[in-house]
């Protein structure tokens, strides 16, 4: 499968913005789909994730209650909604996919199959 992500930008401190990473290749399989970031010179860490199906989610800490993950499977798109953003939100974000059914998530970066190119989210203070 091919994701592509869209949706970064220029955002003042506690604006909000919405990220869009639209799948396509063989969307026939069901997948765990998450979003990653990485800052400059920082590893890539884990944001979100959600089930194939969209039943369950999980998040980081730093962005539990301000960022929300869902997904339209008729349109082969996964969302990040990031409200409240902050300064350390600054990076570019990913997103990844992995074919499972799965409900529970890996963290770590190499347990996932299929990347995007990545966005670029710039939080102004």
């Known amino acids: 499968v091919q994701l592509q992500a869209s949706g970064g930008g220029l955002v003042r401190d506690g604006g909000s913005l919405t990220l869009s990473c639209s799948a396509s290749?063989?969307?026939?399989?069901?997948?765990?789909m998450a979003w990653f970031r990485q800052a400059p010179g920082k590893e890539r860490e884990f944001v979100a994730a959600?089930?194939?199906?969209?039943?369950?989610?999980y998040y980081t800490d730093s962005v539990k209650g301000r960022f929300t993950i869902s997904r339209d499977s008729t349109r082969n798109t996964l969302f990040l909604q990031m409200n409240n953003l902050e300064p350390e939100d600054t990076a570019v974000y990913y997103c990844?996919?992995?074919?499972?059914?799965?409900?529970?998530?890996?963290?770590?970066?190499?347990?996932?199959?299929?990347w995007g190119q990545g966005t670029l989210v710039t939080v102004s203070s």
């Open positions: 290749g063989r969307t026939e399989f069901s997948y765990a």
């Open positions: 959600i089930s194939w199906n969209g039943g369950y989610t």
């Open positions: 990844a996919a992995s074919r499972t059914r799965s409900t529970t998530f890996s963290s770590i970066p190499h347990r996932w199959s299929y």
